[in-house]
């Protein structure tokens, strides 16, 4: 059975960094979508990054971002590690919330913009809380 393993996440202060790790099982992670999500208290999930899985003899997939972490939050992968990782840098309060990482198990899946469509693998979610 497909899963996602997260690790990462935990209490920072504001302006401080953390790094989400999202490691499937069963599969190669760098040919297929990989999104992260995030819910705050008292509001709707919502997409936060996501990257394109990568084709055949190509490169890196293309990486989209939600307009609040944009030039904060980067997507890597480690290929030898098979996981991908959100580096979220400069936090601030509003980035409080579960952070779920999911994939698209479709070979060459590439993202739909910031929403889950498609993504038919989950993680169980981490906390991230950052205090001001």
């Known amino acids: 059975q497909m899963q996602l393993v997260e690790s990462g996440g935990g209490l920072v202060q504001a302006g401080e960094s953390v790094t989400l790790g999202c490691a499937p099982s069963g599969y190669t992670q760098e040919y297929y979508a990989i999104g992260w999500f995030r819910q705050a208290p008292g509001k709707e999930r919502e997409g936060v990054a996501c990257?394109?899985?990568?084709?055949?003899?190509?490169?890196?997939?293309?990486?989209y971002f939600v307009d609040s972490v944009k030039g904060r939050f980067t997507i890597a992968r480690d290929n030898a590690k098979n996981t991908a990782y959100l580096q979220m840098n400069n936090l601030n309060a509003e980035d409080t919330g579960v952070y779920y990482c999911?994939?698209?198990?479709?070979?060459?899946?590439?993202?739909?913009?910031?929403?889950?469509?498609?993504?038919?693998?989950w993680g169980k979610g981490v906390l991230v809380t950052v205090s001001s």
């Open positions: 990257q394109n899985g990568r084709r055949l003899g190509g490169s890196d997939g293309a990486t």
């Open positions: 999911a994939a698209n198990l479709n070979f060459g899946s590439t993202c739909r913009g910031l929403t889950d469509a498609g993504m038919d693998t």
